[in-house]
Each structure stands twice: as structure tokens, then as C-alpha cells.
């Protein structure tokens, strides 16, 4: 048996080792992307706060009401004495929003896909799985003992082909509705019609979709003109765009009591602290009226892009503002992810297992709280990050 010792020492010598860095402080709070690591301030590149509502003080108070009148915990699950009023308005609210009968609150996305992948396929059946997909939905399926078989990424006609092909019937086909360490989009459309020719349910994970895609924030589905029929089981994330904690899963009244009655990350679990749901009841509500920050980081993401080619930094083809700058090696991002902080920008490298071998990338995200010179500083320290870096070629792939 390996030792521990030889398992970090491994990670370390392939540049694999992860460290946490622990935020100090949150600096310019006006500004909501300000951070203080190790005594350093730094402009965070790195969050998933597309909206910039992690740090509005809406959320805050409705938090701070809600713990005054609720407590800090839910003190048990959902099915015994959890479920609180919070949950159920949050609930109803996001149903009306994601327009489907019914949504079924998680304690987060990893949970929610836990729970829809185990709960919708099993023995005997195929899950059917793009093969970028999130880390969440492919041990769901492992977890559902079902054949897990994945088709090349965001390709819907392999998708067509691995759905025709002799064997197990295929129970569900699961895809991000955006993809998180590419920023791309999953072809809907195609792959509903793929999934509705075959008897396969449909199932997307829109973490990076919902409030920011489409002319509502409804998410990829609206961006593509899809409804509840195309695709039957919705998943949305409430860490990400709509700054609080926890996620849901939206469909038909039938699916969610399901859900309800067995899945085992829904069931056996303590159910979200109130006061979170209580936050992320506002979020949405700032979802809704406040498109101007939908706008803003779209505004930023083209800024962005137009002056990072023009810098000549390699960009690939996303239009949300998740924007991968994929160097190859673990050793260059990490290299490019100092000087970057070195200049003051927190741009996390992202390294294999979360992408593939040789696929390491720096992940920049925008978010509505940029401010237009801080993205054009990035891009002028990126741009020079990059030309340092490549002066030493050894660290690159
Ligand atoms: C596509 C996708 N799905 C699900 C999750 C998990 O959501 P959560 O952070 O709420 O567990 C994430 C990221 O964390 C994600 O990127």
C-alpha cells in the first residue's frame, strides 16, 4: 500500500498538487471583486459570481432577517422537520421562473445531479453523457450502476450514433447547458431531438446558464428556445450567477415527487439553512428586475475578447463570460498564474483531474462587478504574462 506521503509526492512532481488560498478580506467593496490573499490585493478573475450578487448587501439582510426569525440551521432534513416557509417560497418561485410545475431545493449541484443521475437510470440501462460533462453527473451515473457511456463533447451526432447503437436501452442523456472550463454551449436542440427519438430523458445541467444566458437569464434553454417538453429535467445551481449557496431541480409535478420520494442525496441530508434560501429568494428576484448586470458582463465579456485576440492571447470559442486561455501543461499556467498575481489578478490554473491531460488552462471569468480598466488591465498583464512565460519554453507543453 502507497503511503500518503508517496501519493502527495507523486501530485507534486507532476505540478498536479492543489493548494487552497484563503481569502483575508474582501477590499473595495464597491467594487465586490476586490480580495486580500496573503497580504496582497488582488482583482479576483476567478469566481463564479457572473452577476456580481454574491457580495450585494440584499442578499446579506434577507440572510441576517431570515437567521433572526429561523436560526443559523435547519437542524434536520427536508423529509423529517427541515423543511421550512423559506423553502417552499423558494421552491414555487423558481418554478414560475424556470416555467415548469414544480422545483425540488438540493443542498448543492453536486447533490442535485447526485440525485437525478442515481434516481433516473439504473441497472440494465445506459447513461449517456457528453464527455466534458461535470464531474457531479458522471458519479451520478456511477452511482445509478447503469452503463456509463460518453459521446466526444458537444458533438450531437456521435451523440445520435452511441443513442442507435445495440445494446441497453438508454435511459437518460445528461449535458451541461454550459460548459464550465470551456464556456462553450451544449447543442440542445440536436440533442433533444436525439434523446426524444430514442425514449431517452433529457437532462441539463444549466449551472452556468441560468441568469446569464438568454434575454431573460432563463439559461441555455432560452437561448435555444427549448421548453419543459424538450427537456424534461432541469438543473440550476444558486452558488454561481445568483451569488448564494444550493441548487434545485425543475420539472413536471411527477418528476420532483419522485425525486422527492428516492433519491438518497435529497433524503438523507439536512436540509439548507433557511436564511440561504431566504438570500437566494432575493438573488433571483435581482435576476428578474436587474437585467442590466446580464448586460454589463455580456458588455465586458466582448470587451474582453475583442482585446485579448488583438493582444494576441489564444481564446477559445466561447461567447459566456467563462473565457479558458488553455496553455497545455500544468507547469505553464501554474507559471503564468504567479505573474499574474504577481500583477495583481487572481486567475486560477486548472489543471487534469477537472480537464483533460494536457488541456491546462488559466479559466478567466467575468462578472457584471468588473469595471471596464480592470479587464483591459488584465488583458495588458495577461498578454504580458504570456510573452515572459514563453521565453522559457521548457515550461510549456
Ligand atoms: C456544471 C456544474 N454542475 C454542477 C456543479 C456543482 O454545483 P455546486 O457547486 O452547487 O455543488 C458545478 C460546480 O460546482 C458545475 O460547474
Same mark, same amino acid.
Given at each position: 500500500m502507497r503511503s500518503f506521503?508517496?501519493?502527495?509526492?507523486?501530485l507534486?512532481?507532476?505540478q498536479?498538487r492543489?493548494?487552497?488560498?484563503?481569502?483575508?478580506?474582501?477590499?473595495a467593496?464597491a467594487?465586490r471583486v476586490?480580495?486580500r490573499?496573503?497580504?496582497r490585493e488582488?482583482?479576483?478573475?476567478s469566481?463564479?459570481?457572473y452577476?456580481g450578487?454574491?457580495?450585494?448587501?440584499?442578499?446579506?439582510?434577507?440572510?441576517a432577517e431570515?437567521a433572526a426569525?429561523?436560526?443559523?440551521?435547519?437542524?434536520?432534513s427536508?423529509?423529517?422537520s427541515?423543511?421550512?416557509?423559506e423553502?417552499a417560497?423558494l421552491e414555487e418561485?423558481l418554478?414560475e421562473?424556470t416555467?415548469?410545475?414544480?422545483?425540488?431545493?438540493?443542498?448543492?449541484?453536486?447533490?442535485?445531479?447526485?440525485?437525478v443521475?442515481s434516481?433516473?437510470?439504473?441497472?440494465?440501462?445506459?447513461?449517456l453523457l457528453d464527455k466534458?460533462s461535470?464531474?457531479?453527473?458522471?458519479?451520478?451515473?456511477?452511482?445509478?450502476?447503469a452503463?456509463?457511456q460518453r459521446?466526444?463533447h #458537444?458533438?450531437? *451526432?456521435?451523440? +445520435?450514433?452511441?443513442l442507435? $447503437?445495440a %445494446?441497453?436501452?438508454v435511459?437518460v442523456? !445528461? =449535458?451541461?447547458?454550459?460548459?464550465s472550463?470551456?464556456g462553450d454551449?451544449a447543442p440542445l436542440?440536436?440533442?433533444?431531438q436525439?434523446a426524444?427519438?430514442?425514449?431517452?430523458?433529457?437532462?441539463v445541467d444549466d449551472?452556468?446558464?441560468l441568469?446569464?444566458?438568454g434575454?431573460?437569464g432563463?439559461?441555455?434553454?432560452?437561448?435555444f428556445?427549448?421548453?419543459?417538453?424538450a427537456?424534461?429535467?432541469l438543473?440550476g445551481?444558486?452558488?454561481k450567477a445568483f451569488?448564494?449557496?444550493g441548487?434545485?431541480?425543475a420539472?413536471?409535478?411527477a418528476l420532483?415527487?419522485f425525486l422527492l420520494?428516492k433519491?438518497?442525496?435529497?433524503?438523507?441530508?439536512?436540509?439548507?439553512p433557511?436564511?440561504v434560501a431566504a438570500?437566494?429568494r432575493?438573488?433571483?428576484?435581482?435576476?428578474?428586475r436587474?437585467?442590466?448586470r446580464?448586460e454589463?458582463?455580456? #458588455?465586458l465579456? *466582448?470587451?474582453f +475578447?475583442?482585446?485579448?485576440l $488583438?493582444? %494576441?492571447v489564444p481564446l477559445?470559442?466561447? !461567447? =459566456?463570460?467563462?473565457?479558458?486561455?488553455?496553455l497545455g501543461?500544468?507547469a505553464?499556467?501554474?507559471a503564468v498564474?504567479?505573474?499574474?498575481?504577481?500583477?495583481?489578478?487572481l486567475?486560477?490554473?486548472?489543471?487534469?483531474?477537472?480537464?483533460?491531460?494536457?488541456r491546462a488552462r488559466l479559466?478567466?471569468?467575468l462578472?457584471?462587478a468588473?469595471?471596464e480598466?480592470?479587464v483591459?488591465?488584465?488583458?495588458d498583464?495577461l498578454?504580458?504574462?504570456?510573452?515572459?512565460?514563453a521565453?522559457?519554453?521548457?515550461v510549456?507543453?
Amino acid at each position: 500500500m502507497r503511503s500518503f506521503e508517496q501519493e502527495l509526492a507523486q501530485l507534486e512532481r507532476a505540478q498536479l498538487r492543489r493548494r487552497r488560498l484563503t481569502v483575508e478580506a474582501f477590499t473595495a467593496p464597491a467594487q465586490r471583486v476586490g480580495l486580500r490573499i496573503e497580504g496582497r490585493e488582488l482583482t479576483d478573475f476567478s469566481s463564479n459570481d457572473y452577476l456580481g450578487l454574491a457580495r450585494e448587501p440584499a442578499l446579506a439582510r434577507a440572510m441576517a432577517e431570515c437567521a433572526a426569525r429561523a436560526g443559523a440551521g435547519s437542524a434536520a432534513s427536508h423529509l423529517v422537520s427541515g423543511h421550512g416557509r423559506e423553502h417552499a417560497q423558494l421552491e414555487e418561485a423558481l418554478a414560475e421562473f424556470t416555467g415548469r410545475e414544480r422545483a425540488l431545493l438540493f443542498g448543492s449541484g453536486y447533490a442535485a445531479n447526485l440525485a437525478v443521475m442515481s434516481s433516473l437510470a439504473g441497472r440494465g440501462e445506459r447513461a449517456l453523457l457528453d464527455k466534458l460533462s461535470h464531474a457531479s453527473l458522471i458519479d451520478g451515473a456511477r452511482l445509478s450502476g447503469a452503463q456509463l457511456q460518453r459521446y466526444r463533447h #458537444a458533438d450531437a *451526432a456521435a451523440a +445520435r450514433q452511441v443513442l442507435g $447503437a445495440a %445494446g441497453a436501452p438508454v435511459a437518460v442523456l !445528461a =449535458t451541461d447547458g454550459v460548459f464550465s472550463m470551456d464556456g462553450d454551449l451544449a447543442p440542445l436542440p440536436a440533442l433533444a431531438q436525439a434523446a426524444a427519438a430514442r425514449g431517452a430523458r433529457l437532462i441539463v445541467d444549466d449551472a452556468h446558464g441560468l441568469g446569464v444566458i438568454g434575454p431573460t437569464g432563463r439559461g441555455s434553454l432560452e437561448h435555444f428556445g427549448l421548453d419543459a417538453h424538450a427537456v424534461p429535467v432541469l438543473v440550476g445551481t444558486l452558488g454561481k450567477a445568483f451569488g448564494s449557496y444550493g441548487a434545485f431541480v425543475a420539472g413536471e409535478a411527477a418528476l420532483v415527487e419522485f425525486l422527492l420520494q428516492k433519491a438518497r442525496s435529497y433524503i438523507y441530508t439536512t436540509a439548507l439553512p433557511q436564511p440561504v434560501a431566504a438570500a437566494s429568494r432575493v438573488a433571483l428576484e435581482l435576476v428578474r428586475r436587474e437585467g442590466w448586470r446580464r448586460e454589463r458582463v455580456r #458588455a465586458l465579456t *466582448a470587451r474582453f +475578447r475583442a482585446r485579448a485576440l $488583438a493582444a %494576441g492571447v489564444p481564446l477559445m470559442d466561447s !461567447a =459566456t463570460p467563462i473565457q479558458p486561455v488553455v496553455l497545455g501543461s500544468a507547469a505553464a499556467v501554474l507559471a503564468v498564474q504567479a505573474r499574474l498575481q504577481a500583477a495583481g489578478y487572481l486567475v486560477v490554473a486548472i489543471r487534469p483531474p477537472t480537464v483533460p491531460q494536457g488541456r491546462a488552462r488559466l479559466r478567466i471569468a467575468l462578472s457584471a462587478a468588473h469595471e471596464e480598466a480592470q479587464v483591459d488591465a488584465l488583458v495588458d498583464a495577461l498578454a504580458a504574462a504570456l510573452a515572459a512565460t514563453a521565453a522559457h519554453p521548457q515550461v510549456l507543453a
